[in-house]
């Protein structure tokens, strides 16, 4: 008596299931079920990542490091069956050297003392003499007051005292908030070398306060190389305020040394696809990494992330119907030398891509995926948003320009792209530090960010309908 | 034909102030609301609080940033009309060297690969040889591993891996999580060199992680002063992992020096008393930090808070019955050598110590105090509570022993000792580390810090019962 009912309801389901196949040719919403829950239940992207962090570690371009992730992503995906290639890329070799900051002269300075700052240069900074300099420092708070205060500037330390609003990384926008901070990190250096500055300091992009400086990249023009530096954001208010009371001097000591450009590579690994080999979908993450911490969260996160959705497919005997390529990038972090030999390589091949995702911003809980795609494409995914809506990971929201630093060329030329929306908030207290390490990422959170990366990739991969070139409808 | 009313709640006010009056002779609480809120609306603590960590910065004991806060402090409480006797105290010169840490032999460690460790000399450490030593890693967790490991130990570098246990921190239980961390802190590393360990590291004690070292205070035999350094949590965790997969071997190494010892003082400042000038209520803070930040929350805000006693005092023109004596302790950290000399020379005297106060907890946010006093004597501060509580400062919460590192020696001989209760649940984020800056004390909480201080000073100095000597009553 109880079974007639049970039998309707199974066959309602087969109907709905029927029906959401059509919606979706290609994506059988049993099989999104399955790689979610195949991710879920998964420490696989764990290992890889304690693999990655614990035993390389630093991952800078030219580096040692980077040299054994190469080898390590590739060895890893060969033993998933992907055909791997290791596309050649001369990379940046910059080589971090001595670096220390000490306030010589303020007012109220008593007898014997004076005050270290915590600090680190930045990828690309010049070298003080071994010996170090001293020289006067000048605290602006923003452009305007650099070209306010420009005649100052000669033989000077620029400081660039710019908080970081964590307020905002609270709320969601911690990329908008990173973007005002790290606008001074880029382009400070070189406003203030062009002004005579003999260095350039910036207040670390960062939200957390724990006496450690943040690096990164900073763009100085060649003829115009000059010492730069992130100090810590205590240092920096500290200077703040010991500039505010007299001058002040500081004896700066950085001796990085920029070398020939190294040999590296992006490792490309492809799972080929069956009725349409030909044409690819990216899934990707970037190889190197800052050399302070072991770049966990940036980006060894988004690499293992890539490769998990091969591992989740092989655990269920899955094929894609479109050739799924994991890239780890090479040296995203300065210079994205990675990301150019690739789009050089394939620029007669764009059209070949029919999406491309970049995982960049961490392993913090998913919410679903930014994605730069035509406003008609949107509604193409409410399948997929269905399966990962359970797991808080079916926001899927359109933008304009998604700016990932490995695929903003692809995106450029049209490909229609994707990168996790995530819970950044904390992503920058650990960012380009020493902090940014393997215990910083949520074993729970690694699965959920893979069973996105899996289903996304494998539901482009067999979607029917195209996207759409997104560049010829902006 | 409103005034009659107005005039009778005046003298119901007199009438109730008197009745306070009478509970607590010489104790009139108007004069401590004055006191309360004179504090509440000055910033002097806070201004002397920047003079002392951002002029001076790090006070270790021998430092030349110790001798110039010896003269600050005096200068200061000079200038507030005080009387101030500087009392000579030999101290340990102990600075720190070069510090590296790097793992060189691991199970899977790729070529040309090695990982840098962060860690700190723990004061009075041994150094290694100038070029550094090479040895195996033996991970404990607990003294009871050590001991079943002990056949393992000689020649090796013990790690004792211990979580300090914030979520006791979070919920005002921070001074026992610390005690638990700092046990292996204080005493791993004589026991890991009885059994022939060539170095020891501990994790280090504190509960935010963002690759920081926090040193402190290690008791190693004369005759087996090894290498002992606190390396990063994340370090911690990172050679258990890698001492999980194979053996691990460590390169360390550490140059601090051990000196002379150095002359220093405590910096005693007497506010004299009117009609009981012979008996004294000591308010302290100490003097001395550690070397890596600026010993804003340890302990330059007990220092400035005990000063600011008598600031708030003189603002007020208020004399207190008894004398208040404004104590700077030196070498708290690493000796409590100024301690022992003010105990040694007041042996004769203790009976004159009417009560005492040590803030040694930072300056978060007060509740209260801590006390160990007669289970008696807890009704007497009933009139101080009364005008501590609207600022929420009115919990004063009887103790056995408070065990503050200055005050024990007179606790012991059975003076009345105080502490501040405090929010610490973030005070061991920073507590011996680089990060213990001028930013992390919150205006708003040391004024209040500042209250709490001054109107129990006062409430002492004015007390008309004796508290009851509380060695007498154990």
Known sequence: MTRKPLLLTVIASSIF???????????????????????????WAYERLADMTDLIGPRLSGSAGEAAAVRQVADTMRKLGATVTLEPVKVPHWVRGVETGELVEYKGRPDGVSQRVVLTAL???GATPASGLNAQVIVVRNFDELKARAAEVKGRIVLFDVPFDQFMADRGLAGPAYGQGSNYRSNGPRMAAQLGAVAALVRSVGGANYRI????????????????????????????????????TMRLTLTPQTKPDADSFNVIADFPGTDKPGEIVIVSGHLDSWDLGTGAHDDAAGVVGAMAVVDTLKKLNLRPRRTIRVIAWANEENGTRGARAYLESNKAKVETHFAAIESDNGAGRPFGMRMSVGPQAVKLFAPLQAVLQPIGAGTFRREDVLGTGDLSGLE?????????????????????????????????????????MASTTWFLANMEEPIGRWSELR
Chains 1, 2 share one sequence.
């Open 17 to 43: 299931a029927a029906s959401a196949f059509a919606a979706a040719p290609g994506n059988d919403p049993a099989a999104l079920v399955k790689i979610r829950d195949t991710a879920l239940a998964s420490d």
């Open 123 to 125: 990828g690309g900074s």
């Open 213 to 248: 400086a943040h690096t990164g990249a900073t763009r100085l023009d060649d003829n115009a190389r000059i010492p730069a530096a992130a100090v810590s954001v205590e240092d920096a208010m500290l200077m703040s305020r010991l500039a505010a009371r007299g001058p002040l």
């Open 412 to 452: 450029k030329a049209g490909v229609p792209s994707f990168a996790p929306l995530l819970d950044t908030s904390t992503y920058f207290h650990y960012h380009h530090t020493a902090a940014d390490t393997f215990d910083k990422v949520d074993k729970e959170d690694l699965r959920r960010h893979v069973a996105l």
